[in-house]
């Protein structure tokens, strides 16, 4: 029994796309939480961003012992709903002026996100 010309390309383009797919898995894996750690200082700005098919939230934090004129370390969260208990903590001690201490995780650039920082807040701590 031979296969039909339709059906070996269809399994070859069916075959592309699972490879295509396996390789962007894989590079999702190797450039997710890159590297860990913590930065201390004021957030003092919250913003969302971005066009309405890819809003992200931007904050900016003035670092602790940072010198005048110095910019800001910028982060992003995963999920900027209200809902999120991290965002309304950022809020809160955004309003406030309080040092806080922000756990985060750098994740190296995936070409699907939209957001320009590569900083993603994941636990706050006074």
């Not at 890819?54 to 969260?77: D, H, N, V």
Request: net charge positive; hydrophobic share 35%; glycine share 6%.
């Amino acid at each position: 029994m031979t296969i039909p010309v339709k059906a070996k390309v269809a399994l070859g383009v069916f075959g592309a796309l699972v490879l295509v797919a396996a390789w962007q898995y894989l590079s999702y894996l190797w450039k997710y939480a890159y590297s860990r750690g913590t930065r201390t200082g004021v957030v003092r700005k919250l913003s969302v961003k971005g066009p309405p098919y890819c809003k992200y939230l931007e904050g900016e934090m003035t670092l602790q012992g940072a010198q005048p004129g110095e910019e800001p370390w910028r982060f992003s969260i995963d999920d900027h709903s209200d809902q999120n208990s991290l965002m309304t903590l950022l809020r809160d001690n955004e309003r406030n002026a309080v040092r806080v201490t922000i756990h985060y995780r750098e994740d190296k650039p995936i070409w699907w996100r939209c957001n320009p920082s590569a900083y993603f807040a994941e636990k706050l701590e006074r």
